[in-house]
């Protein structure tokens, strides 16, 4: 029996377990799945702490999620085609709902699937090596509760740790004198800690523009973005909303910035990003990258160029999310079935140069929106993941992007139609910046039902 | 020629270091030591970061020190007995420095023994194999610069990475409805950051003295220490400091203690300790440890008795520090260097009970000082450490630890006599509540000179 290993349980891992037991599903043999889960459940990014730094087992916390963190897109444009929010929820619900109404989605497709007992949770994979005479992988894993390492032998190697967890934090000068608080977005947790202060957020991107929101939501005094290419271009910021260039020096509480202008701050925010680590593959395995679209080194995206046993899974910046995951979860099952053949080296790298050349001519929102979408349809063409239309996910992204540059904190309040069901979503019962109620429970509530 | 790998460049990394330069210097032959430390810089714990959580290379954050960190004993306690403090800073300082002083003074004593290129910075040990036919460690190295891994083998290995970096963060019914800020003692930078807050303190020990006494000096409501066993036994506690016991249940920014009593607060500081974590090595050789003075499995709380190849310096709860991990440098070395034979593995097992044993009777500080005391004898009488007088340094903590008791807010202002030197401690130009810069140039320059 061929055996398989995929580093963790997030929305990616999750993805790759339902792809093989789709397949088991038809009544096909698939090989062994052994899913390595460092935290104790499922649900990676999803699985919201209170905790910072560490966790309960000495680990470094994985998620950078938060309370009352909302859906930053329209969950039309993240649902599965194999299962849909209306399936999970027995109705309709709004298009955009908090973390814990997703964790709940993800995870309902996972108990569907009857994967949980495949997977090994507290379990952190401390190495792997590959052994080229037998073309076989070691993965020594740390079994966390009873602090007791061991090393299993696998055929094939799905890496979806993810890359949202380990925060890039740039030096800035001065720094150590900054007499308030400075956080990276990754620790971030209630917006209500900031209520009353001048924030200085570093960076204006999704960390940016979320973390800014919410703040502003909790009542922060003020909320000064410093950028450092170009400001964020939303029609209407709020009144109490500035702008500067990159943050260049802290002297005390004074923040000093490029254009040689200076303001006092009471917190840093820094949304500076976050890095690709893979601390526990060799040097031949592992994917150094940039965020990207497209990852070098990875054929459609997924498989390891250097060693085709290997796969990576939801490495590229994302859009798509969950149904991508699908795509290349489903793409990489059928590699490892024998369902797909690996085109030559040769061939192989051409392709994947192709994609990476035509990602640095992208311009704009809609171009990177359709370049995922046109990647998702590469995939879509190879597998049996079930068919749901890319091209209107595509135009949902643009529409959506559009309705959040004329009111970045009114967005949230539209109602889409769903690209799986075709039903439209209903609207919410309160505006987004009303909403203090994050729950499974109260978002369901809201609309009229208990659950 | 032999090889040993020490891990970790903090004080008992660079006790190592030092030990074996030692010899060098005597004109005797030592094996090739290499270093490998984490971070980019020496001083391990006392090498502060305005950073939480993640380093610049991803890694987390070691060092749980915060800006005006003042000594917590009085540095005679903890003096080198190769390198006086009045050697280093060429005059006589007060007996309470801030961190900045002490991080200085130990790696002045590291740069006059000129073993900076022994160390390979920026270098964090993935993984330790030990191979029994060859009785030789593999050591796998990530080194974060070059962001590749390489593996070398070594003779011996000196675990010296320390334990009060990973925090233990307990769970609390609640926590995740708590409103404001949680964070553990490890992530506690700036103490003005709670100025005019209600602050909780959960723990009793050092973190939570320490801590509180920083908040308290920068401007805090309140404090409010929750304790498990017993309340903090001092004589004065400010009038806005409070004692609840344990802290059982969270409910928004109600705090509920095991009594039945409650209070509000705006942040939780964990004071809850930290954990023995060694995440890079196997089983057979890792230290499995609660807190301890005397952890199981280390004859003379130096060498691993499962694999007498392995070394652990300062691993034990401490009181001597700086001192102690002299000794047992130099102790590990000579074992290492074959001038002091091990006795066979039933001795080493029985005295080593019988140090547990003793270490399960002890009562109070004074016991507990003269246990260590007797550790540090013990080894004393094995090395060619420069003699100093362990029983003064036994007298003088429990002296300290009744000045502490008597004024919790003032006993920083004493001066003591150096061990070493003989010389009197000069008094401090300021009580330690008033003083407000934790600068090396500041502490020297309030003395009357520039260095």
Redesign the interface.
């Known amino acids: 029996m061929q055996r398989v290993a995929v580093i963790g349980a997030g929305p990616s891992g999750l993805s790759a377990l339902r792809a093989f037991q789709a397949k088991a599903e038809q009544g096909e043999p698939i090989p062994t799945v052994v899913c390595f889960e460092r935290q104790s459940d499922w649900g990676g990014q999803w699985n919201a702490?209170?905790?910072?730094?560490?966790?309960?087992l000495?680990e470094?916390?994985h998620s950078s999620m938060y309370?009352n963190l909302w859906s930053n897109g329209p969950k039309e444009c993240l649902e599965l085609a194999d299962y849909s929010f209306e399936e999970h929820f027995g109705r309709p619900i709004p298009s955009y709902p908090p973390r814990a109404v997703l964790a709940d989605y993800i995870a309902g497709r996972a108990r569907k699937a009857g994967v949980r007992s495949w997977i090994r949770f507290s379990s952190?994979v401390?190495?792997v090596r590959f052994d080229a005479a037998t073309s076989t992988f070691s993965v020594?894993v740390?079994n966390l509760t009873e602090?007791?390492?061991y090393t299993e032998t696998f055929d094939y190697l799905i890496v979806a740790s993810g890359h949202f967890s380990?925060?890039h934090?740039?030096?800035v000068d001065g720094?150590?004198t900054?007499?308030?608080?400075?956080?990276?977005a990754?620790?971030f947790?209630?917006a209500?800690?900031f209520k009353g202060q001048r924030v200085l957020i570093v960076g204006r991107s999704y960390s940016a523009e979320d973390i800014g929101s919410q703040v502003w939501k909790f009542g922060a005094a003020s909320v000064t973005i410093s950028y450092r290419s170009a400001p964020m271009a939303f029609d209407a910021l709020p009144p109490n909303w500035s702008q500067c260039p990159q943050l260049k020096r802290v002297d005390g509480s004074a923040c000093h910035f490029l254009d040689g202008t200076s303001g006092e701050f009471d917190s840093i925010i820094l949304c500076t990003g976050y890095?690709h680590?893979y601390?526990?593959l060799?040097?031949e395995l592992?994917l150094?990258t940039p965020t990207s679209l497209y990852p070098r080194g990875l054929y459609r995206g997924v498989v390891w160029m250097r060693n085709p046993r290997v796969f990576y899974l939801g490495s590229q910046d994302q859009w798509y999310t969950f149904s991508h995951f699908d795509l290349m979860a489903w793409w990489a099952r059928d590699v490892i079935l024998g369902r797909i053949a690996l085109p030559p080296q040769a061939q192989m790298e051409a392709d994947t140069d192709a994609w990476a050349k035509r990602e640095s001519t992208l311009v704009g929102d809609q171009q990177a929106v359709e370049f995922q979408g046109d990647h998702a349809r590469a995939l879509q063409r190879e597998t049996d993941y079930p068919y749901f239309d890319t091209g209107a996910v595509d135009r949902l992204f643009v529409e959506f992007e559009h309705a959040k540059h004329q009111d970045f904190m009114g967005y949230r309040d539209l109602s889409h139609r769903s690209i799986i069901t075709g039903t439209v979503a209903p609207a919410p019962c309160m505006p987004w910046r009303s909403k203090m109620d994050d729950s499974v429970a109260g978002f369901l509530h809201q609309h009229g039902h208990d659950r």
């Not at 702490?49 to 309960?56: L, N, P, Q």
């Not at 900054?178 to 990276?184: A, D, K, M």
């Open positions: 702490t209170w905790r910072v730094g560490t966790d309960e000495g470094p916390v309370p952190a401390r190495m020594t740390h602090d007791a390492m380990v925060p934090v740039p030096q720094m150590e900054f007499r308030g608080r400075v956080l990276h990754h620790d947790r209630n209500s800690e890095v680590h601390p526990f060799p040097d592992r150094r």
